[in-house]
């Protein structure tokens, strides 16, 4: 034993490595170990990537585990479970570009990554196991890896388990993965690469469409109704246990003895935002939160439990999240649940669970139920992405019918960016973007129809733009939201009136002013309008327009009067004051919300059952 960790620390010493260096050495100790053995190794990798970060409920990492323990048993191999997870150049860091030119992932984003990497590793040595994270591409991460243990061990089987993946990107980097671990096998060597769907409340094979996903309407609704009727959301995974896991680890103590000095793969490095090419400017402002954001979001599954926890539970909002779901300041108008969802911190079937034990223990009513709808909506886009695969990202859509012109103007689409449009309601959430990483769903359906909609700018810079910002950047939902916004995908065009969402959803101005101090002395009534004030009243109010605050970008959207069967023009159905009596206000509204969405219909949900793999 001495020996060996003499012989480790010979091979590794104290000098700096590049990436591929670090990974060979590392399993060069390794196999050192493992070559005094006569038996065969079966190795299972899990590759953790940028949507599991958990432990709970994880299909890929508990299928990896079962298989390994099955096999073993079996044959009396030596059995070795090497989580592993990639800082991928190509996807994270400021080497990552999109198509136009902009950061693929912020340093905020990249910084929340990093928490949540951290926290699984340590969620993992807490069960006897531990985490390799690297800085790398995929396939040469894993390449390199297999290559150290085939050089001393001549009979091994190796699979490599992730999370199933649907969209392009992501797909190229599971083919480039195959194709290193077919290259690498031979007649004593069997490797292969297992994905397994994880992501979702409702299983692929559960969809109660002809050719699964393949065969699901493009629009929401008749989804949303078909699913509810005849599919169930499988029980959760449980976390794996201690004794499992520190059983598939041989050689942990040589582990262990490895030093901190390998500066770009081991299992006690983690790369700093400098490291993945941030400036210190970024990497200072992405650690530091704005005091205006609606909460402080810290990375990982240990965080995310800990709000759902909170939310469900010790607050006991759930019960009317429907009622408050619209609002814009603070931490719970809303869930906050979608950051750790993106990033697979927290799984959506353990929130779904939750819901139901709520609705069981507690009370069951329209909100308790919404929460599981809004994510029968991530569903939705991840099965539509998965159908329409590199359509979603193209400036036709999905629906061949619809050719649009669209126009980009570079000054413009800037303004949108940076809150400078001179329309309150999209200039706040714009700029609540740019500083937090966060808006809300409101908010989001708002920027987009303005930009796509009222200035027709293609709509793909707007999505390119979230992909860059949001921390909870979800590659089905982001692009499936943005192409069907734009009215990219057959279903109906919803252009929203941005005057009129800002007085139903900010009716005193509160939000608008914590986030564009120069509207702060501007009344109620103007604040949402700001163009219509006079000369003397922008003076007296320390607004003028084109030097404070800007003037519209473009003219203000002025809706068509609604014509009757009879060709009369007048509002739509009762008048205000009509539609007023008999009306009791909904006390349980967010705060500056007016508006109650009473036509939304409640649905229901079923969690039953067990995965079978």
């Not at 390794?30 to 949507?51: D, E, G, P, V, Y």
């Not at 983690?270 to 970024?282: A, F, K, R």
């Not at 084109?546 to 068509?560: A, H, L, M, S, T």
Request: one cysteine or more.
């Amino acid at each position: 034993k001495s020996t060996r960790r003499a012989l480790i620390l010979m091979q590794f010493g104290t000098h700096k490595t590049s990436t591929l260096q670090s990974i060979f050495r590392l399993f060069l100790a390794i196999t050192t170990m493992l070559a005094s053995t006569t038996k065969s190794l079966q190795l299972h990798i899990h590759w953790f990537r940028n949507a599991d970060l958990r432990l709970h409920d994880n299909p890929a990492l508990t299928k990896a585990i079962a298989d390994l323990s099955r096999t073993s048993a079996a044959s009396n191999k030596d059995a070795v479970l090497l989580p592993i997870y990639c800082f991928d150049p190509r996807f994270i860091g400021s080497n990552a570009k999109s198509e136009f030119g902009s950061l693929k992932c912020s340093a905020r984003r990249a910084q929340f990554m990093r928490e949540s990497v951290e926290d699984l590793r340590q969620n993992l040595k807490k069960r006897g196991s531990n985490l390799l994270v690297a800085q790398g591409k995929a396939e040469d991460v894993i390449g390199s890896l297999l290559q150290g243990i085939q050089s001393k061990q001549e009979n091994m089987s190796v699979t490599v388990y992730c999370q199933t993946e649907v969209t392009s990107e992501e797909l190229s980097v599971d083919k480039k993965v195959r194709d290193v671990l077919f290259k690498m096998q031979n007649k004593n060597n069997k490797f292969e690469l297992e994905s397994v769907w994880g992501s979702t409340l409702y299983l692929p094979q559960d969809l109660p469409f002809p050719g699964s996903y393949n065969g699901i309407p493009d629009v929401f609704t008749p989804f949303r109704n078909k699913v509810e009727k005849n599919a169930d959301i499988r029980i959760p995974f449980t976390t794996p246990k201690s004794d499992v896991l520190s059983k598939l680890v041989p050689g942990q103590n040589i582990l262990d003895a490895i030093e901190s000095d390998m500066q770009s793969c081991s299992l006690s490095f983690m790369p700093t935002l400098e490291d993945m090419g941030y400036s210190v400017e970024e990497a200072e402002e992405a650690q530091t939160a704005d005091p205006r954001g609606v909460m402080h979001f810290k990375g990982g599954e240990t965080a995310a439990l800990a709000r759902v926890k909170d939310y469900i539970w010790d607050k006991d909002l759930l019960k009317t999240y429907f009622d408050t779901r619209n609002g814009m300041i603070g931490a719970d108008y809303s869930t906050k649940f979608s950051p750790w969802l993106a990033n697979g911190c927290v799984s959506p079937r353990y929130i779904a669970t939750e819901c139901k034990r709520y609705e069981d223990e507690r009370i069951a009513n329209k909100s308790t139920y919404w929460v599981v709808f809004e994510l029968l909506w991530r569903d939705f886009f991840k099965f539509f992405a998965a159908k329409h695969g590199t359509k979603i990202f193209m400036i036709d859509g999905t629906s061949p019918q619809h050719k649009k012109k669209w126009g980009y103007d570079p000054k413009q689409f800037a303004a949108w960016k940076e809150g400078r449009t001179g329309y309150p309601l999209v200039d706040a959430n714009m700029r609540e973007l740019a500083a937090t990483g966060f808006m809300s769903n409101r908010g989001r359906q708002n920027v987009c129809s303005f930009l796509t909609i009222d200035m027709n700018t293609d709509w793909r810079r707007g999505a390119d733009y979230f992909e860059s910002e949001l921390l909870d950047y979800d590659v089905p939902s982001n692009w499936g939201n943005w192409v069907s916004g734009a009215g990219m995908t057959g279903g109906r065009l919803n252009r929203f009136n941005i005057v009129k969402q800002s007085k139903d959803y900010d009716c005193d101005g509160d939000y608008v002013r914590q986030w564009i101090p120069e509207l702060w002395d501007v009344p109620t009534e103007l604040i949402h309008t700001p163009w219509k004030m006079n000369k003397e009243q922008q003076k007296q109010y320390g607004c003028v327009l084109g030097v404070d605050y800007p003037k519209p970008i473009i003219e203000p959207f002025v809706p068509k009067p609604y014509k009757g069967k009879d060709g009369a023009k007048g509002g739509k159905g009762k008048g205000k004051g009509q539609q007023q009596r008999g009306r009791k206000e909904n006390p349980r509204l967010g705060k500056g919300q007016r508006k109650d969405m009473k036509s939304l219909k409640e649905g229901s949900y079923r969690v039953v059952g067990e995965w079978t793999a």
